[in-house]
């Protein structure tokens, strides 16, 4: 080996321990800037809190080994398609003392649709698919619990699943693997080559899946398509799934999706039902209050968030909700307004549901808080979505927010009374 390729694996050892050491770093207090306020970062139990003691219980459960699962569903918008947010805390929920990677959660090939998602995961694809998300009216077919669906004809489809793409990250493993979709006609065979031969997935008309077995844990798998000519196969997620007990993060995100956006979703509750989630994490909101202040109705707002949960909840009867505020953001050169009447309205609803509200917003320092993250490297230039760096800390704050009742007496309710509006006065810079 020449002292050029002795140099180069010198460097690629180098920036593999660094990437290694700095997935698993986390912002300590002191290191955070001014602008972030984490005392405002405590979690909000609204009405009897109820429905969280209930959360809470079944947690506890989990670490003393009663329990085998406790599932969580996040939904919302472009903040939980880019995927940092989200499998960040999904990661730290599965690396506490005494936890291992459980189920990974509901995936999608996003580069179908040509959209970003935090790569994490991988999946490559052959032949041509044709894509569309729950943000149109009228949606082009059937969608679930991913808001968003990919169709195909081609007879040399394929699919190829690598679930662990980074070598920092904790291990996800399957022995079952479920692809949601359906055919036009029946005559569709989803199979993988095990040993030179064909094995042809289990077919389950009444769940919207079509399941291989395996003997072992795997992370990868090809799933080839064998499509009759003149049929179809519409695909909207995947599910790796295994019996490892710990908590199972489920995420589903769409770039510009608001409340409206996951009702158009006509299987949700199908495919819910494969989670049955104990927390849903609701980070809908920025979407639907980027409108004018004219065109912002919380009445409607707070009407489709209800419909949403009452399905939820026919799912999950028991389940807990958590409302993530609006953050600060910008729109035509100002701060949206509109964020303070959201947040009253997550208020409303965590009431009215026993559920809490993590108080984004709050956190940020109210309205003109995304300049000052902006110009500290935690948000992007336009002021709505957050920097890589942004969302990891995010998760980390909602992570340390959740975990904090465990240790202490079980959760007791805060006052529901608005906060000080000093935050709603916090000036612009």
Known sequence: MNSLKRTLLLIAVIAGCFIAISAQHRATPD????????????????????????????????????????????????????????????????TQPGMRPAKRGILFPFAMAKTNYDKNYTID????????????????????????????????????????????????????????????????????MHEGERRYAARHDRSGTYTFYYNELRDTATIYFHIPEGETFTLTGIIPDNDIPGFCYYASGINGA???????????????????????????????????????????????????????????????????TNNDSYRKGAPNRNALRVREAFRQLATESNGCVWDMFAIMGGLGGSTRWRNAGLMARDRVHFSTEGYRLNGEMLF???????NTEPARPTPSEPRSA???TYPAE
């Open 125 to 192: 694809y052959t032949g041509r698919w044709s894509t569309w998300r729950n943000l149109a009216k009228e949606p082009a077919g059937p969608l679930g619990i991913t808001g968003i669906a990919a169709r195909t004809t081609d007879s040399i489809a394929s699919i190829t699943l690598r679930l662990n793409s980074r070598a920092s990250e904790p291990e996800w493993k399957f022995s079952r693997l479920h692809l949601i979709g359906s055919d036009s006609a029946g005559g569709v065979r989803p199979y993988v």
């Open 258 to 324: 608001a409340v409206p956006s996951w009702l158009r979703c006509e299987d949700l509750e199908r495919d819910l039902r494969w989670v049955r989630p104990d927390l849903v994490i609701f980070a809908i909101g920025i979407n639907d209050a980027h409108v004018p202040a004219d065109k912002f109705d919380p009445e409607e707002f707070k009407a489709n968030y209800r419909a949403l949960m009452k399905r939820i909840r026919r799912v999950s009867p028991d389940c807990a909700f958590l409302f993530i």
């Open 400 to 406: 340390d927010a959740l975990m904090a009742p465990l």
């Open 31 to 94: 290191s955070l800037p001014a602008c972030v306020l984490r005392d405002s970062a405590a979690l909000h139990i609204m009405g009897d809190g109820s429905s969280m003691q209930t959360f809470y219980a079944k947690v506890r459960e989990l670490q003393a080994g009663k329990r085998h699962n406790v599932n969580l569903w996040h939904v919302g918008g472009s903040h939980v398609q880019a995927g940092v947010f989200s499998h960040r805390l999904r990661t730290l929920l599965s």
């Open 422 to 424: 000093a935050f709603e």
